[in-house]
């Protein structure tokens, strides 16, 4: 963690410190409410507007985190039985920019991700952007999409000419 511009350096500051402050706030919530911290979830000192790679496990129902977009380097984990909760409980948010789904069983990792309402989903990966991807959300987190053709098609005007010969 560090300058984002030093050699070895994997993780920047986030954008700014409300961008931080909300990390802090849902990190703490959360962890006020049973979840336990697995790494990281301690502002660092120093300058800057850092904040570590946090990992989150047990997150409870009503953790403040689960229903806002964090926009920091945090990973919420919970535990589930079924697929069908596992889908429950993603898909009961209004966001919808990104979910993942790691598994060993690509029919099942497939099939999961049809049912997730998400715009971008990473099966197995953790980076999901590509500039030849359409990059966007459902639900509040958009409506269109940058790049790839359909990123294209939001910079066209389709006109239609209706003619009697």
């Known amino acids: 963690m560090g300058n984002g511009l030093d050699e070895g350096v994997v993780l920047g500051p986030l954008v700014n410190k409300e961008g931080r402050d909300k990390v802090i706030e849902l990190v703490d919530d959360a962890v006020s409410k049973g979840a336990k911290v697995l790494t990281g979830g301690r502002l660092p000192a120093g300058p800057g507007f850092f904040y570590p790679a946090t990992v989150l496990v047990d997150v409870p129902d009503g953790a403040k985190m689960l229903d806002e977009e964090i926009f920091g380097p945090v990973a919420s984990i919970q535990r589930?039985?079924?697929?069908?909760?596992?889908i429950r409980r993603a898909n009961d948010?209004?966001?919808?920019?990104?979910?993942?789904?790691?598994?060993?069983?690509?029919?099942?990792?497939?099939?999961?991700?049809?049912?997730?309402?998400?715009?971008?989903?990473?099966?197995?990966?953790?980076?999901?952007?590509?500039?030849?991807?359409?990059?966007?959300?459902?639900?509040?987190?958009?409506?269109?999409?940058?790049?790839?053709?359909?990123?294209?098609?939001?910079?066209?005007?389709?006109?239609?000419?209706s003619v009697v010969w």
Do not use: C, W
């Not at 589930?80 to 596992?86: N, R």
């Open 80 to 86: 589930f039985s079924s697929e069908d909760e596992a």
């Open 93 to 161: 948010t209004e966001y919808g920019l990104v979910a993942y789904v790691f598994t060993r069983d690509l029919v099942r990792g497939l099939r999961m991700s049809e049912r997730l309402d998400f715009g971008m989903i990473g099966l197995n990966r953790g980076l999901v952007s590509d500039p030849d991807a359409a990059f966007g959300g459902m639900k509040q987190s958009g409506l269109g999409r940058e790049g790839a053709h359909e990123g294209m098609m939001e910079f066209l005007e389709n006109q239609y000419v």
